[in-house]
Nanobody, 120 residues
Framework: QVQLVESGGGLVQAGGSLRLSCAAS????????MGWYRQAPGKQRELVAD???????NYADSVKGRFTISRNDAKNTVYLQMNSLKPEDTAVYYC??????????????WGQGTQVTVSS
């Protein structure tokens, strides 16, 4: 079992920055990828960024160049640095983990979510 806890969300003006953190605990040896998703009201949950155990990263086109995913293995923590925030970035952001047992490469562990609100 893997537990994920997000933190760092909040209210920020357009153009500002936030850094989200995701602390992982449990059977961490089973994780082969970590990612950040977001869901705005009335919209589907979408992948923002993810990173494999090997360090390969992937970003949604809408955040590329503005957001950066990183990790600190010693702290079992994944981060999402969000710069140049826009009102359309407003959403609940979820940390996710993919286990080595996952079928179809789907993310199978999820955090509780943290609200990010960007005002204009």
């Amino acid at each position: 079992q893997v537990q994920l806890v997000e933190s760092g969300g909040g209210l920020v003006q357009a153009g500002g920055s936030l850094r989200l953190s995701c602390a992982a605990s449990g059977t961490l040896f089973s994780i082969n990828a970590m990612g950040w998703y977001r869901q705005a009201p009335g919209k589907q949950r979408e992948l923002v960024a993810d990173m494999t155990s090997g360090g390969m990263t992937n970003y949604a086109d809408s955040v590329k160049g503005r957001f950066t995913i990183s990790r600190n293995d010693a702290k079992n923590t994944v981060y999402l640095q969000m710069n140049s925030l826009k009102p359309e970035d407003t959403a609940v952001y979820y940390c996710a983990a993919r286990s080595r047992e996952s079928s179809g490469g789907l993310y199978d562990y999820w955090g509780q979510g943290t609200q990010v609100t960007v005002s204009s």
